[in-house]
């Protein structure tokens, strides 16, 4: 599995962005998706996740109701929209899969977009 991520930037507190993440090769009835990120300084924190069967999420807690996470089957393609940005979102996120359906401890990941929030 291949992942490319694309779609970060610098944006403005109370700003939004939408972040894309491009698969290739194989996938599986447990396939899932996701995105971690990492802070300057920080260990890198999971985000969010869907399923790629269900379409069922995850997120963590400091992102519920600013950030969705979905997906294009027929594109092989995972978004995450970032709305109400908080300088604290900033971050280098990374887009993630796995092909048993493991969350937390992906296999695969993609090489990271750095996403910048001002004050």
């Known amino acids: 599995v291949q992942l490319q991520a694309s779609g970060g930037g610098l944006v403005q507190a109370g700003g939004s962005l939408r972040l894309s993440c491009a698969a290739s090769?194989?996938?599986?009835?447990?396939?899932?998706m996701g995105w971690f990120r990492q802070a300057p300084g920080k260990e890198r924190e999971f985000v969010a996740f869907i399923s790629w069967s269900d379409g069922s999420t995850y997120y963590t807690d400091s992102v519920k109701g600013r950030f969705t996470i979905s997906r294009d089957n027929a594109k092989n393609t995972m978004y995450l929209q970032m709305s109400s940005l908080k300088p604290e979102d900033t971050a280098v996120y990374y887009c993630?899969?796995?092909?048993?359906?493991?969350?937390?401890?992906?296999?695969?990941w993609g090489q990271g977009t750095q996403v910048t929030v001002s004050s």
């Open positions: 993630t899969a796995d092909l048993r359906g493991r969350i937390w401890a992906p296999v695969y």
């Open positions: 090769g194989r996938t599986s009835s447990n396939y899932v």
